[in-house]
């Protein structure tokens, strides 16, 4: 009902930096809250960071001080600008969305998954 596309994702030595998007699209929707997660081989997924309707952001510890989430309304995108990469960065990340889908005659919430890009952090 909505779809996310990411982009952004690749190789990078430690140390580097990687920014990735993730665009909603679709038909009467409206988003509020939307976030980052990541999944590496053998772990479970994990969230990075959201941000909230009104533009607050929260992140995992693992990831505070050198990751920053935003976003823009206007074109229905989420970025993650990560900065300071890790190899225990490395994994695949996706986009989450959540909001509402309105009609005349209903009000239906969604949440909505990227289809998930490869990070890899390696010299």
């Known amino acids: 009902q909505v779809q996310l596309v990411e982009s952004g994702g690749g190789l990078v030595q430690p140390g580097g930096s990687l920014r990735l998007s993730c665009a909603a699209s679709?038909?009467?929707?409206?988003?509020?809250?939307m976030g980052w997660y990541r999944q590496a081989p053998g772990n479970q997924r994990e969230s990075v960071a959201t941000i909230s309707n009104g533009g607050n952001p929260n992140y995992a510890d693992s990831v505070k001080g050198r990751f920053t989430i935003s976003r823009d309304n206007a074109k229905n995108t989420v970025y993650i600008q990560m900065n300071s990469l890790k190899p225990e960065d490395t994994a695949v990340y996706y986009c989450?969305?959540?909001?509402?889908?309105?009609?005349?005659?209903?009000?239906?919430?969604?949440?909505?998954w990227g289809q998930g890009t490869q990070v890899t952090v390696s010299s």
């Open positions: 989450n969305v959540q909001g509402v889908r309105t009609t005349s005659r209903a009000v239906t919430p969604f949440l909505s």
């Open positions: 679709g038909s009467l929707f409206s988003i509020n809250a």
